[in-house]
C-alpha cells in the first residue's frame, strides 16, 4: 500500500510565499516521476510542476519563474516552492508520483489528498 501525503498549504496575502511538501510511503521500490498538480474551483485539474528520478524539471507557463518544484530521493519527498502568489493561484494542490512497489511490476500513478492553497487579496 502507498500513500502520498501532502502538508504545506494555508492561506496567505498576495506576494506571499508558501512551501508544499509530498512524502511518498509505503511498499515503494522505485520512484520515476514526481509531480504537483492543482485544481481551482470550477476548473479542471492542471499540471504545475514535475521533476523526474534525474532532477529534470517542467513548469506550466503560469507558474514559471515563482515556482519550484524538488525532491529529496532518500525521503521520497517532492516539494514545491511556491512564490509571488496571486489570488489566480488559489486551488488544492495534488501530489502525484509515478512509481513501482516491487521489481517487476508495473509503473503506476499514486495521487495526495490535496493540500488547500488560498491567495487573498
Known amino acids: 500500500q502507498v500513500q502520498l501525503v501532502e502538508s504545506g498549504g494555508g492561506l496567505v496575502q498576495s506576494g506571499g510565499s508558501l512551501r508544499l511538501s509530498c512524502a511518498a510511503s509505503g511498499s515503494i521500490f522505485s520512484i520515476n516521476e514526481m509531480a504537483w498538480y492543482r485544481q481551482a474551483p470550477g476548473k479542471q485539474r492542471e499540471l504545475v510542476a514535475t521533476i523526474t528520478s534525474g532532477g529534470t524539471t517542467n513548469y506550466a507557463d503560469s507558474v514559471k519563474g515563482r515556482f519550484t518544484i524538488s525532491r529529496d530521493n532518500a525521503k521520497n519527498t517532492v516539494y514545491l516552492q511556491v512564490t509571488s502568489l496571486t489570488p489566480e493561484d488559489t486551488a488544492v494542490y495534488y501530489c502525484?508520483?509515478?512509481?513501482?512497489?516491487?521489481?517487476?511490476?508495473?509503473?503506476?500513478?499514486?495521487w495526495g489528498q490535496g493540500t488547500q492553497v488560498t491567495v487573498s487579496s
Open positions: 502525484t508520483s509515478v512509481l513501482r512497489t516491487s521489481i517487476g511490476t508495473y509503473w503506476n500513478r499514486y
